[in-house]
T-cell receptor
Framework: KAGVTQTPRYLIKTRGQQVTLSCSPI?????VSWYQQTPGQGLQFLFE???????NKGNFPGRFSGRQFSNSRSEMNVSTLELGDSALYLC????????????????FGNGTRLTVT | AQRVTQPEKLLSVFKGAPVELKCNYS??????LFWYVQYSRQRLQLLLR??SRESIKGFTADLNKGETSFHLKKPFAQEEDSAMYYC????????????FGKGTKLSVKP
């Protein structure tokens, strides 16, 4: 199976702009989660989508949003970019059935590195 | 609130030496615990889970609920083990919501 695919790999944006990141999960996976990774805060959960519905949300401002399409592909949007949004954004997919992962752990993509200048 | 602590940012050992990467968590229920590894220029990938109780690449980890720990161990480190290791917890809220520790960089010297 193909792995989790994230596009683009790199982005450079200016403060105040908005950005959209894309994630294609592993075939058959219905859950897509997004994480922000920074040197200071590490990996932090942004949100999770399952069957086109946001199932869980981390502690991030409303400028961070996402959506999921019927084919399970997901997009994440950040509006009014701030310098502190510079980070590696990781997408992960799983089967999504239930709260615990049991035999379906998270599979991560390579990430999109966003730089805000 | 749930939390995962990895007390060591960097752990440096010589090849052939034993390795123990520490992980402590705070959660009163029965969580799932994981170790993820990120090798240089590769994606974050699952190393092992507490429920499978298996050895992967010579690594093992035992969940100690009394001490709320899930330390990762390997009796003889290899140079190819050099990587970032992350301990993670799933408390059952949803599959995608893992709480990660800040990671430990393992450096195995020849």
């Amino acid at each position: 199976k193909a792995g989790v695919t994230q596009t683009p790999r790199y982005l450079i944006k200016t403060r105040g702009q908005q950005v959209t990141l894309s994630c294609s999960p592993i075939s058959g996976h219905r859950s897509v989660s997004w994480y922000q990774q920074t040197p200071g805060q590490g990996l932090q959960f942004l949100f999770e989508y399952f069957s086109e519905t946001q199932r869980n949300k981390g502690n991030f401002p409303g400028r961070f949003s996402g959506r999921q399409f019927s084919n399970s592909r997901s997009e994440m949007n950040v509006s009014t970019l701030e310098l502190g949004d510079s980070a590696l954004y990781l997408c992960a997919s799983s089967t999504g059935a239930g709260g615990f992962t049991y035999n379906s752990p998270l599979h991560f993509g390579n990430g999109t590195r966003l730089t805000v200048t | 609130a749930q939390r995962v602590t990895q007390p060591e940012k960097l752990l440096s050992v010589f090849k052939g030496a034993p390795v123990e990467l520490k992980c402590n968590y705070s959660y009163s229920g029965s969580p799932e615990l994981f170790w993820y590894v990120q090798y240089s220029r590769q994606r974050l990938q699952l190393l092992l889970r507490h429920i499978s109780r298996e050895s992967i690449k010579g690594f093992t980890a035992d969940l100690n609920k009394g001490e709320t720990s899930f330390h990762l161990k390997k009796p003889f480190a290899q140079e190819e083990d050099s990587a970032m290791y992350y301990c993670a917890l799933n408390y059952g809220g949803s599959q995608g919501n893992l709480i990660f520790g800040k990671g430990t960089k393992l450096s195995v010297k020849p």
